[in-house]
């Protein structure tokens, strides 16, 4: 069973950065595609970015485009979101997830592998 952990999460003014890292435990995700998601309170989970195996495949909900960065480092382990121009509607947890389809996807049911979320809260 792989768990995944993220980190990185906070508090930041508008117009700032964060950027939020998720390392698995339990084995490795080499071949796993891996996405970030968001939930925000009352509102249903929506797909934030994805990469796929080899890091050189990247998606991108339209609402992010621009100003988020997906990437993977394979050898720490390790899925990265740079997160910059932040703005008030991104605030939300935000939950890494591992996915078997290597290719990456967007969509949530593909993904059987979730941690436990962090927040990220922007201020206006």
């Known amino acids: 069973q792989v768990q995944l952990v993220e980190s990185g999460g906070g508090l930041v003014q508008a117009g700032g950065s964060l950027r939020l890292s998720c390392a698995p435990s339990g084995r490795t995700f080499g071949t796993y595609a891996m996405g970030w998601f968001r939930q925000a309170p009352g509102k249903e989970r929506e797909f934030v970015a994805a990469i796929d195996w080899s890091g050189g495949t990247t998606y991108y909900a339209d609402s992010v485009k621009g100003r988020f960065t997906i990437s993977r480092v394979n050898g720490k382990n390790t899925v990265y979101l740079q997160m910059n121009s932040l703005k008030p509607e991104d605030t939300a947890g935000y939950y890494c997830?591992?996915?078997?389809?290597?290719?990456?996807?967007?969509?949530?049911?593909?993904?059987?592998?979730w941690g436990q979320g962090t927040q990220v809260t922007v201020s206006s």
């Open positions: 997830a591992a996915s078997a389809v290597a290719s990456g996807t967007t969509d949530p049911s593909q993904y059987r592998h």
